[in-house]
């Protein structure tokens, strides 16, 4: 079993930055992928970016270029560097782990995007 626990979230202005992080426990050995989510009331939850094992990454288009993940697998940490944020992306974020069984969730944290 694998436990995620995000921190980083919180308030920012339009424009402005967040550092999300994830600290994973437990299986980290049968991790492969490892990614972001975020879901709003309105939307159901959606892929933000994803990182391979090797170091690959993808993203969703309304991340490309503004937000960068990134992993440590040395201290079983993930990270999402989000840059020129936007009211829309207000959100709840969710760290995400992939291993044979499927993906799993964290319980997810706030970010909220506003003057």
């Known amino acids: ?7 980083g979230g919180g308030l920012a202005q339009p424009g402005g930055s ?13 991790i492969d992928a490892m990614g972001w989510y975020r879901q709003t ?3 159901q939850r959606e892929l933000v970016a994803v990182i391979g094992a090797n170091g690959s990454t993808g993203y969703a288009n309304f991340a490309k270029g503004r937000f960068t993940i ?3 697998n040395a ?5 999402l560097q989000m840059n020129s944020l936007k009211p829309e992306d207000t959100a709840v974020y969710y760290c995400s782990t992939k291993t044979y069984a499927g993906w799993n969730w964290g319980k997810g944290l706030q970010v909220t995007v506003s003057s």
Do not use: A, I, Y
């Not at 079993?1 to 921190?7: F, Y």
């Not at 967040?18 to 049968?30: H, I, P, W």
């Open 18 to 30: 967040l550092r999300l992080s994830c600290t994973v426990s437990g299986r980290t050995d049968v």
């Open 1 to 7: 079993q694998v436990q995620m626990v995000e921190s």
């Open 41 to 43: 009331p309105e939307k």
């Open 75 to 79: 201290e079983n940490k993930l990270f």
């Open 70 to 72: 990134s992993r440590e």
